[in-house]
């Protein structure tokens, strides 16, 4: 044990003892918690060198992973002895003496919702927004800019050497985020430590979150082509700033006001280092199982083509109302995504074109080499989809509205100005045409918007609730009409007409369409049998109280089978003597459906008996959930 | 504590919570590993993974893990580690392209964390101050050093490695309410040791 030997000449022996001791030496200082220099050492025992380096870097290896473990260990272990015993907590009287970095002070109380802080950092806070396994959000104020912000604070606090260190150079990557501006991109303004929990500061966005959108607003395909387009963009930029969401699902897209959609939520994905109270493998459920990406929910590393999967996986859910791998648990739906394992049939529906079918699949391929390679690219291929498909029967329905607007002001003033809606003029005013006896065949032509083009209510039943509806009707020159609506409840409703296009001598109807080309009129439950008349008079248009006895008690009509449209009109359709019931398909089918077509044909003679032309269509309308067409 | 004493003992002790003896046993095997770990490290692969990243990031997860170790003889104990290093080789390898070279401090030392980020965080380490132990674990080491044997024991299984008190009372061959009973005075020691260091701080300060 005496100090090193001093003689000049030495054996591989008493080289080997003699690195031994200084190694020796060197753990004894350590374990003492001296601050001790590998490089003082090695200049001190030149003689022994190369072996005692390497001997020394052998310890320092041990060593540092000790210290790293105990570290580790160490908050959790505090953790662990503040949930056993109160007493440990607030035993000792030198607690506030201890307050600061001693270790063995209690953790900061880790979000407890009943309390609200009254500020975190230079914010106010107003309220709270959510509160989640890892952080709480808040709605809050920051008084100096004047503005309403989103305050999200860590459950867990992070008061290792380093950790705010990473904290803050994660937070500036999301700051640089925050100054590309995208439109579609929630912006980080600030971060900070509140005690000893890290917290991020975003813009507030009022809005409604994609899943409550697309559930008010059911959105066409078209539409959900183009949100998906935008969001693709958004993804794009933040992939170009390195930074991977890893969380992509509907709840993590707000639509503004304004119907912007808004990718939010970069922060907790980012960071989860920071937010994840144990160090967690990579990748691993730190996303929500049922968009998962199946390389995410095996925990394996994760890129950006995980988002592309997560987006598909959002844009499946816009297209058939469902997450794909919804599961009554978390395991699962882990089960499902590991597996990528979702119901692609759901996407073979009405409205859903073959393009977009394509687009959905490819960017939910289970392997990623399959995917879309990037964001970018994804958002390419929605854009050249949305590009393809004509959009002018929207632009045409407005520019005739427009022009029917401007040249003829009286059209559209008149119908607002009635009870009823006249495609001549108001029931004041002469009527513009009231030579043209001929009583033609009035016409309504149910449609059902998806991707911004009709499709005829024959192909597209049975309804859904949320389906976007369209009545146009064509109805002969000189007349006045009204359209009405018999819900599956049984109640009448009218529904001012809005006049499309007016008559020319080529043909010599005036076109009407409810609701108005830029609003949406979205099918509401209850599910049933609903009923759409259009009737038309030569003085006036018909008013609700001419109909409603015609119509009968509010009763609700018999369900009709589910692929059953019933068209009827004054000549009964088609010169025949029965109500027509037309399938799908085009296919024009005389069929008896019982109860239906006996309501129908009830109507039907009443109808014919006031007005001289009439035609109505009556089509099942079922619950999403219900069976598939 | 434990320098002398067969494998079995220093294993034994080591799943204990006796951190000397762990490092012993690391230390002692940790030649016969490096090879190891080296002769499977694909050739393509040497120049951009470091072996000493490999034991660095193992021997975190020997350290952390200990307590649940199994293995109650040598061999068992390096089939143990040696499992450990596999698969923080092929950890390794998938995850090389994220690999954070430059987080791997420089230096004689050179003890590499590329492991996980979190590591980096968790050991406050610089490369000059690689061999100062950070404030606080050298407080929490001492502490627990000065602790008497059992009830360090006591506060490594329960506490460190989360065990439940059946399962520390299993491990230490005790009756779950004579652990109830040691951890509340483990703890209580701790407590009192480590006021005791800060408020010697503050007044020397």
Known sequence: ?629 | MAEDGGSETLIEQAVLGNRRALEELLLDYHDDLARDVASRLPADLQAVIDVDDILHATYLKVFIGIAHCRARSKSAFRAWVRTIAHNQLADAQKHRRHERREAVPHGTEGTGTADLANCVAASGSTPSGKLQRAESVRAVQAALASLPEAYRQAIWLRYFHGLSVQETAAVMGRSPGSIRGLCQRAREALRAILDRQSSKKKGGA
């Open chain 1, 1 to 629: 044990m005496g100090g090193p030997s001093e003689t000049g000449e030495k054996g591989p022996q008493e080289r080997a003892e003699r690195t031994r001791q200084v190694v020796s030496e060197f753990r004894s200082h350590y374990d003492r918690g001296e601050a001790v220099s590998a490089e003082a050492i090695v200049a001190e025992h030149q003689d022994l060198m190369p072996e005692l380096g390497e001997k020394l870097k052998k310890v320092c290896l041990v060593l540092n992973a000790g210290d790293e473990a105990l570290a580790q260990r160490w908050t959790d272990a505090r953790k662990r002895m503040d949930e056993d015993t109160v007493s440990f907590r607030t035993g000792g009287s030198s607690a506030g003496a201890s307050n600061d970095a001693a270790p063995t002070g209690p953790l900061p109380n880790t979000g407890d919702e009943q309390d609200l802080p009254a500020q975190i950092g230079k914010y106010r806070v107003i309220g709270l927004l959510a509160s989640g396994g890892q952080a709480i959000a808040y709605r809050a104020a920051d008084d100096t800019l004047r503005r309403d912000v989103v305050v999200k604070v860590s459950r867990s606090a992070r008061d290792r050497a380093g950790e705010r260190e990473q904290f803050f150079k994660q937070g500036r990557i999301l700051g640089q985020l925050g100054q590309l501006n995208h439109p579609n991109l929630e912006r980080v303004l600030d971060c900070g430590f509140d005690e000893d929990r890290p917290f991020l500061v975003m813009d507030y966005i009022g809005g409604r979150n994609l899943a409550q959108y697309s559930r008010d607003t059911r959105l066409s395909p078209r539409e959900s082509a183009a949100m998906v387009a935008k969001i693709a963009r958004a993804l794009a930029a933040a992939h170009c700033c390195g930074v991977i969401h890893r969380d992509i699902k509907p709840h993590n897209i707000v639509v503004d006001k304004g119907g912007e959609p808004r990718l939010i939520d970069f922060g907790l994905a980012l960071l989860c280092d920071a937010w994840q109270s144990e160090p967690i493998p990579s990748g691993w459920l730190t996303g929500t199982a049922a968009y998962m990406a199946p390389e995410q929910a095996r925990g394996e590393e994760v890129d950006a083509r995980s988002d592309v999967f997560g987006l598909g996986a959002v844009f499946y859910f816009l297209l058939t109302g469902k997450a794909p791998f919804a599961a009554p648990s978390l395991l699962a739906a882990i089960d499902r995504a590991k597996r990528c394992d979702f119901d692609r049939q759901a996407l073979n529906r009405p409205g859903i074109g073959r393009g977009l079918r394509k687009i959905c699949l490819k960017a939910m391929a289970a392997d990623r080499e399959d995917r879309y390679q990037t964001a970018e690219a994804l958002a390419r291929a929605l854009e050249r989809w949305l590009a393809l498909r004509p959009k002018w029967l929207w632009s045409a329905a407005a520019v005739a509205v427009c022009l029917v607007a401007g040249a003829i002001g009286v059209y559209l003033l008149a119908p607002r100005g009635s009870a009823g809606m006249a495609p001549g003029a108001a029931q004041s005013a002469p009527p513009l045409v009231q030579t043209v006896p001929a009583p033609a065949d009035a016409k309504i032509q149910v449609t059902v918007w998806q991707n911004d083009a009709p499709l005829p209510l024959a192909r597209a039943i049975p309804l859904r609730t949320g389906d976007d509806l369209r009545i146009e009707c064509r109805v002969p020159e000189g007349l006045f009409a009204a359209l009405f609506w018999l819900d599956a409840a049984g109640q009448l409703y009218e529904l001012p007409l809005q006049v499309m296009s007016d008559p020319t001598p080529q043909e010599p109807f005036t076109r009407l369409v409810w609701p108005d080309p830029d609003q949406a009129n979205v099918l509401a439950p209850p599910p049933g049998t609903e009923v759409v008349l259009v009737c038309a008079g030569r003085e006036a248009p018909p008013s609700k109280d001419e109909v409603a006895p015609l119509v009968g008690p509010a009763q609700p009509w018999p369900e009709l089978p589910e692929r059953l449209v019933v068209e009827f009109d004054q000549n009964s359709a088609c010169g025949g003597p029965e109500p027509v019931a037309r399938g799908p398909g085009n296919e024009y089918r005389k069929r008896l459906v019982g109860a239906v077509l006996e309501r129908a044909e009830t109507l039907r003679r009443r109808l014919s008996e006031r007005f001289p032309v009439f035609c109505g269509v009556a089509f099942p309308h079922v619950e999403p959930d219900g069976p598939a067409p």
